[in-house]
């Protein structure tokens, strides 16, 4: 589990409170409240349904709620007039579930919306240098810029929408489901991808996200959406110790357990590194277990626990 960087809990990046949204008769959050705070990986868990991409559209203003408050940055975000609205904007970058590329365009010319968009007055020669920077910054070979999305397979999609969430060298970073439909390698590395640059830059992530290795990796708190709102937010650890039937079935299920199960190994494999001496013998107990965690881990078929009931999905 990564520390928790966030040691100053009034350092608040998103604030919302009170939060109602409803579609028609459809009432899909009900007096939410979750804090965001500056520079942490906060993934965002609740079954199919439970409205986190909901939540994310209405932090970023593309949804009205009913009532509620959303602050970010400090600043109220409902009700602005657009150039203040807009300033706002600016310093979060957002990628959708899928990568939202536009197909028409490049790999580059994707990258450069945003700073067509906001920095019009950007010479043309700065904007493509802007752009063939972030695609590397992103773990693309520099030839992919004039790649058109099609001719991409999915990590690299990602990697692409990434690289435009930060054409704007945000401060804050939206992602929906960014491991959703990789495979498990390109997925870690994904993950791996997503916590140097949340390092290196500063960033702060909220992550919604169905697969539990991205929680275990890379996630310094995790809020959980249920019945209507966030019902629980902590290190999973913090979770764990809750007594909330949802969060123990995800958490201690089959795949919760291979997961931990997985990190658990990760930590040993560093830990040997460090320390290759005094990890010896635990890490051969821990491989035993990691090999049962493999097999259930990111994007193993559901299987039966020791109870036989079925592994549970994720939504
Ligand atoms: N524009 C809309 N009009 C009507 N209903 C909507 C709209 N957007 C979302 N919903 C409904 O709101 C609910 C929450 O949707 P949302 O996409 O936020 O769920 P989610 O938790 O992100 O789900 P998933 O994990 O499957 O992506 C769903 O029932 C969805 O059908």
Sequence with gaps: ??????????????EVKGLRNSFGESVIHDNLDLQVRRGEILGVVGGSGTGKSVLMRSIIGLQTPDTGEITV?????????ETEATDIRKRWGVLFQGGALFSTLTVAENVQVPLREFYRELPRSLIDEIA????????????AGPKYPAELSGGMKKRAGLARALALDPELL????PTAGLD???????????????????LT???ITHDLDT?????????????????AVGTIDELLETDQPWIQEYFKGPRGRAAASTQE???????????????????????????????????????????????????
């Excluded at 589990?1 to 998103?14: C, G, L, T, Y």
């Excluded at 063939?132 to 030839?143: E, F, I, N, Q, R």
């Design 174 to 177: 939206f992602l929906d489901e």
């Design 73 to 81: 940055f400090g600043e109220p975000t409902i009700g602005r007039d």
């Design 215 to 231: 929680l275990y990796a890379i996630c310094d708190r995790v809020a959980v959406l249920a019945e209507k709102r966030v019902i």
């Design 265 to 315: 190994l990760q930590d040993t494999d560093r830990e040997a590194d460090a320390h290759p001496t005094e990890v010896a013998t635990n890490r051969t107990d821990t491989r035993s277990q990691g090999t049962l965690a493999d097999d259930h881990a990111r994007g193993a078929t559901p299987t039966t626990d020791d109870t036989g009931r079925k592994a549970t999905g994720t939504g």
């Design 1 to 14: 589990m990564p520390h928790d960087r966030a040691s100053n809990a009034d350092d608040i990046i998103v």
């Design 184 to 202: 498990p390698i390109g997925a870690a590395a994904f993950d791996e991808l997503i916590r140097s640059l949340s390092r290196t830059l500063g």
């Design 205 to 207: 992530v909220f992550l």
């Design 132 to 143: 063939s920077y972030k695609v590397v910054m992103t773990g693309l070979p520099a030839d």
